[in-house]
């Protein structure tokens, strides 16, 4: 029986559309690409949105109920009990203003920082710019924010007609500046770490440790200068965390109170510069092989 011989095809790269294979350049970060996916990126963020609190009673509300639960527990605990002073501000609207920046931060960082893992299934058959994924949790964690400073401003609104002497400063105009550099910077620390997830499991379950103790650091319920009256020795924790400087410039253009350094916002901007850039490389290049160890 004699069988028929096919012709043989010459395929060259030329005759393929499309041809999708790793990235070369560890620091390619694919502005254009991405932009080209936006579509996407806003169906995840849309995802992530609807489908958080979707099969909760309160729903929604728990976007209002952690601050301020949180903001009363830090005011008996810290400011009635241990007796820190936050000078003309009402303790609460001090405590209120630190937590509803921080959780921004913590939630960016602990969300993003298993990317790879909880996405393994979805990047092991679509192609798409894996920095979608993380993007769409900050971009998504923006509107739980917007909520929560909302509330912020309600109970601002309540102490004026109270009678206390406060108001915002006028560099309150940079605040959204702020809450980029913050934004940036959750990102950057959740794509390290979702990239050594992939290989050290264990970090995963020190995430939600670690975040915890870094909020003792980041002057969240305590104002900076409280550190270097009390514990100069070590108050150089918190000033090289630049989280601290984020909370505390934050506070001093909502509240007019406090500390504010150019020095210190210029560190925490080129920290922030250098963690973006090593989270690309990192992230770029774990995109390359994370599927055969996850």
């Known amino acids: 029986m004699n069988q028929e011989q096919l012709p043989k095809t010459n395929e060259t790269e030329e005759d393929w559309l499309f041809e999708i294979k790793p990235k070369d350049?560890?620091?390619?970060?694919?502005?254009?690409?991405?932009?080209?996916?936006?579509?996407?990126l806003l169906l995840f963020v849309k995802r992530d949105v609807v489908t958080l609190y979707k099969q909760?009673?309160?729903?929604?509300?728990?976007?209002?109920?952690?601050p301020l639960f949180t903001s009363i527990t830090f005011t008996i605990i810290f400011n009635k009990v241990a007796g820190i002073d936050t000078g003309s501000i009402p303790p609460f609207l001090f405590n209120l203003a630190g937590i509803t920046v921080w959780n921004y931060f913590s939630t960016c960082l602990t969300t993003t920082s298993d990317t790879f893992k909880s996405n393994a299934g979805i990047f092991g058959k679509v192609y798409f710019p894996r920095l979608i994924m993380p993007l769409s949790v900050v971009t998504s964690n923006l509107l739980k924010f917007g909520i929560q400073l909302l509330i912020f401003i309600v109970f601002y609104i309540y102490f004026i007609l109270q009678g206390v002497a406060v108001s915002p400063n006028p560099l309150v105009?940079?605040?959204?500046?702020l809450i980029i550099i913050m934004g940036i910077l959750g990102l950057s620390f959740g794509m390290i770490i979702s990239s050594m997830v992939t290989k050290y499991r264990d970090l995963s379950f020190l995430v939600g440790f670690g975040v915890s103790l870094l909020m003792y650091l980041s002057a969240v319920m305590y104002p900076i200068a409280l550190i270097d009256e009390k514990l100069p020795k070590y108050s150089w924790l918190v000033h090289y965390n630049p989280m601290a400087h984020i909370i505390e410039t934050a506070r001093y253009m909502l509240l007019n109170d406090g500390s504010f350094s150019w020095f210190w916002i210029g560190y925490t901007l080129l920290f922030t510069i250098i963690a973006f850039l090593l989270g690309i490389v990192i992230f770029n290049k774990t995109e390359k092989s994370f599927i055969d160890t996850v």
């Open 56 to 66: 909760t009673i309160l729903g929604p509300l728990w976007y209002l109920i952690q």
């Open 25 to 40: 350049n560890i620091f390619r970060l694919n502005l254009k690409e991405i932009w080209q996916y936006r579509d996407l």
């Open 173 to 177: 105009i940079f605040f959204p500046i």
